[in-house]
């Protein structure tokens, strides 16, 4: 074969020919057998490849670029047109802002009604009247172009239908009009429909009306927190003042308050809602210095307007403004899940729009509570006679364990006179009843001491004050004081628990790991968010509320199995109702280990520091209770969480300045404890603990306990070592010491060896005087507060951590 059949060869078959031989025939078992076979190959192979050819034809002539252009042509002008016939058909309708606005209605859990709430204050007024900086403020936070838009912002619409349809939330830009165009003429609804048609209208508006009109509409339909709908109202809910007299400052605020109102609200807001305002605040002035509507040295001058205290709202007071405020926040946070709303939106949604409020409140269990604090608390309190007495604020939160259910909360004295909800605030140190936390970490854990050791109830740790923690052998530069002072030696972690014994825990935070310490306490229902996994924590140096311990300590109770107390039994709306989620969660810590806790914390109430409050009280009826003190740093709080099988209740007493609302001593309220005055968790806080839970009690009950740990089971007889100390101090004792006066003396535990091996050397601070009336001794605080605990804790003015401070 010559080459030009080889070419040929090649170009039909695919193939190369064969190398001749030397005869000048093709070699044998080189590109094929025989020569028939060959040729049946090279055949196969040419239909093959043709056939791929074709292939590959159909696809091109498929999807050609005329095509697939004119497929893309086509769609553009099928949405044009699908558009314009939407535009014809879509006319603005007419404004329905006051006609949406209905009476909210609200029961108790037995169906009587709690209030009605629904009195519309609005007031509109012409844009002339509305200083020109002001109306400027508006524009700066919403919309900087609305001057020369065209009312829409087809990109931000365009994410915001996608964000709809696939259902990634309300991340969407809308422009003033458009809000405008929300406000007054559809709803709050995340459909693509809506969003549709609130694109044409907004267009149709932005060419029949001035830029003008729909920004003075903008500013009189909006919601600005407060019930005050409209630029009039807010500026005489916040500041007393008319529209037409606002400063630059203070319309900035109203401005910033547009993104979230609630929250915003100085009167309501917690340090990091406070934070977060100032931001928003600085931005509006920003960005009308960038806009040159204000000028940058008088933007330089500018302080932070602070809103006068909010006004009593018809229906709202005593506890039920409280109890409004959860049950509309709980509401708003389903509908933000739900329907993808921002929080101004779902504000909006549930404030005046003809809902009915069922809440889990008890009525009976509710009243119940008021009276306790009344009688032992509020009662006693005269400011006239004594400044502090003043400052004291109670907050409490009673929840079913079983159900999740909040049947009975305490607010504040009146939500006329203080419209902080105490009972919802995350400012203030929960002190030692975070111990049990550290605890459940350890026993969920099956964490050990750093000699190998099983930590148990039954573990030996140094309680010796001011004791350095250690890691490994290496100090952490941790020894906080107990309370006191107090040096009690090697203790038992159940004697610890019930003395809150401050060294203990620091230590046994370390050994089992501060980071797991503070996964637990998420997982338990503490929000962890932004804290920091250090030692102090171990003192609950965090801020945290009631809501949130009663919440923490219910899932202790309910054997590990996480409950979210809920204020909101069913929401209604017309024929629509929105489902709550299910208190009760899933199992978040092992049985063993909650039970275990609980068992632990039986022993704070029968031989700690609440057993004067709690254990002695006559109306105990033989009531198993557990529960935890606490009392905070300068005894700036006092806490006592408790409960039965059947209910838990978390009360909180704060010191807030009556004039300044900064954080101070609650010492020397009542005038009724001798010595330095000081409130501690068992006194005041576990008296209305016990005066509520023992009065509304329907029969007694006990604990079934999955444990063989703790004062409510039999205790072992081999009590575990923990550190071997590494030098030894001839002051501590070899058993507990006495109590103090402030606590009634009982025999050590038989848990607490007689014979302890030497302790570790201390650290002295100058005792105080504990005063003999108060029930119980307290553990001690931290020193300084390493984080910003909840956005609350002021730490500017936190000295170092003393002997004479506490965390009970």
């Given at each position: ?40 190959a ?73 209030a ?28 900087k ?22 259902g990634?939330g ?8 458009q ?11 995340q ?7 609130e ?14 009109e ?47 109102p ?38 330089q001058t ?17 506890q039920k ?31 005046d ?13 509710q ?130 628990m019930n ?24 997982r ?61 969660g ?42 935890k003190t ?53 006194g005041?806080?576990?008296q ?79 005792p ?7 029930p ?19 730490l500017?003015?936190r ?10």
């Amino acid at each position: 074969m010559g080459r030009a059949e080889e070419r040929r060869a090649r170009q039909r078959g695919g193939r190369r020919a064969a190398p001749r031989s030397s005869s000048g025939t093709p070699a044998a078992g080189v590109g094929g057998a025989a020569p028939g076979g060959r040729a049946a190959a090279r055949r196969a192979a040419g239909r093959s490849g043709r056939a791929g050819k074709a292939d590959k034809g159909r696809i091109r002539r498929l999807f050609t670029w005329k095509k697939i252009l004119g497929t893309f042509f086509g769609l553009c002008l099928l949405g044009i047109g699908a558009f314009i016939v939407l535009y014809m058909m879509v006319d603005i309708p007419e404004g329905n802002a006051d006609a949406q606005r209905q009476s909210n209605v609200y029961k108790y859990s037995d169906g009587t009604i709690l209030a009605r709430d629904g009195k519309v204050n609005r007031e509109s007024v012409a844009l002339d009247k509305v200083p020109k900086d002001v109306q400027h403020c508006f524009v700066a936070a919403e919309n900087k172009t609305f001057y020369h838009d065209s009312g829409i912002d087809l990109r931000g619409t365009a994410r915001g239908l996608l964000n709809t349809v696939t259902g990634k939330g309300t991340q969407g830009g809308s422009t003033i009009t458009q809000q405008y165009v929300k406000n007054f003429y559809l709803n709050q609804d995340q459909t693509v429909s809506r969003k549709l048609k609130e694109l044409v209208i907004s267009l149709k508006v932005d060419q029949k009306k001035s830029k003008d009109e729909i920004l003075a509409g903008y500013i009189n339909t909006s919601y600005y927190g407060r019930g005050a709908y409209g630029i009039q109202a807010a500026a005489q809910a916040y500041y007393r003042v008319d529209a037409q007299d606002l400063t630059v400052e203070q319309g900035a605020y109203l401005a910033a308050l547009m993104q979230a109102p609630s929250q915003y609200d100085w009167a309501a807001a917690s340090e990091a809602g406070k934070r977060l305002a100032k931001n928003r605040w600085n931005y509006v002035l920003d960005k009308m210095v960038e806009q040159h509507w204000l000028d940058a040295g008088k933007r330089q001058t500018m302080t932070f307007p602070v809103p006068k205290a909010p006004r009593p709202t018809p229906g709202q007071e005593g506890q039920k403004g409280y109890l409004i405020a959860l049950a509309n926040k709980q509401l708003e946070q389903q509908l933000i899940k739900e329907q993808d709303l921002t929080p101004s939106e779902a504000e909006r949604a549930v404030e005046d729009q003809g809902w009915t409020i069922t809440l889990n409140i008890d009525r009976k269990k509710q009243a119940a509570l008021e009276k306790a604090v009344k009688e032992q608390l509020t009662g006693k309190l005269d400011a006239k006679k004594r400044k502090v007495d003043g400052n004291v604020q109670a907050g409490a939160v009673s929840v079913d364990p079983k159900t999740g259910k909040v049947v009975a909360l305490y607010g504040g004295v009146d939500y006329f006179k203080h419209y902080y909800n105490n009972a919802t605030r995350r400012d203030y140190q929960p002190a030692s009843t975070f111990k049990p936390v550290i605890l459940a970490a350890a026993v969920d854990g099956d964490a050990e001491t750093q000699e190998g050791q099983p930590i148990t109830a039954n573990t030996i740790y140094d309680g010796t004050s001011g004791r350095q923690a250690v890691d490994h052998g290496t100090k952490v530069g941790f020894g906080p004081p107990n309370e006191d002072d107090h040096d009690y030696g090697p203790i038992t972690v159940q004697t610890a628990m019930n003395q809150s014994v401050n060294s203990v825990f620091a230590q046994m935070g370390i050994d089992v790991g501060m980071q797991k310490v503070m996964s637990v306490a998420n997982r338990l229902g503490m929000d962890t968010k932004g804290m920091q996994a250090v030692p102090a924590q171990t003192l609950g140096s965090m801020g945290a509320s009631p809501l949130e311990m009663a919440g923490i300590y219910a899932t202790l109770d309910n054997h590990g199995k996480k409950v979210t107390p809920t204020i909101v039994a069913k929401a209604e709306q017309k024929s629509r109702e929105v489902t709550m989620p299910d208190p009760i969660g899933g199992q978040v810590i092992t049985r063993e280990a909650a039970d275990t806790v609980t068992s632990v914390l039986t022993g704070v109430v029968d031989d700690g520091t609440a057993k004067t409050s709690v254990r002695d009280n006559p109306l105990r009826d033989g009531q198993q209770v557990a529960g935890k003190t606490g009392t905070s740093d300068e005894n700036k709080s006092a806490w006592f969480t408790g409960y039965t099988p059947k209910l838990v209740t978390s009360v909180g007493l704060f010191g807030e300045d009556s004039k300044s609302g900064a954080h101070t001593t609650l010492s020397g309220a009542t005038g009724l404890i001798p010595g330095s005055g000081r409130i501690n968790g068992g006194g005041y806080p576990a008296q209305i603990w016990a005066a509520y839970t023992f009065g509304v009690m329907d029969g007694t009950s006990k604990f079934d306990l999955d444990t063989k740990q703790g004062a409510a089971v039999q205790p072992t007889n081999s009590p575990t070592i923990s550190a071997p100390p590494t030098q030894s101090a001839s002051q501590t004792p070899s058993s507990p010491p006495p109590s103090t006066s402030e606590t009634p003396s009982s025999p050590p535990p038989s848990r607490t060896p007689s014979s302890p091996p030497p302790s570790q050397s201390t650290s002295q601070a100058p005792p105080s005087q504990s005063p003999p009336f108060t029930p119980d001794p307290s553990g001690s605080a931290t020193g300084d507060d390493p984080l910003d605990p909840g956005g609350g804790q002021q730490l500017n003015d936190r000295p170092q951590l003393t002997g004479r401070q506490h965390a009970q």
